[in-house]
């Protein structure tokens, strides 16, 4: 016996991609990325704690230590002060 297709079933169609319109993508109300919010914070004069940090960015801590590899590998300088027994990083742009 021949097996039948289900002449009853609807064709399946091709899913269309979604549409961006140039206003949703320049739209001033986006939130900055996670990573430049990380470079804000850390360029600010007072830096950032790995904790301080992990919070901005829902990041697990070795997340984070992953992007500060990442803005070395950019050119950014990353010093890092050890008082009180807390972390302090703080970052320099690149030129």
Do not use: C
Request: a positive charge.
């Amino acid at each position: 016996m021949s097996k039948k297709a289900n002449s009853s079933a609807a064709p399946a169609t091709a899913k269309q991609p979604a549409i961006r319109f140039a206003e949703e993508a320049d739209s001033p109300a986006q939130k900055p990325s996670k990573l430049k919010q990380l470079i804000a914070l850390l360029l600010s004069d007072a830096g950032a704690t790995l904790v301080a940090m992990a919070e901005l960015t829902g990041w697990q801590s070795h997340t984070v230590r992953a992007a500060l590899t990442g803005l070395k590998k950019k050119g950014y300088v990353i010093d890092s002060d050890k008082l009180d027994g807390v972390r302090t990083y703080r970052a320099s742009a690149p030129e």
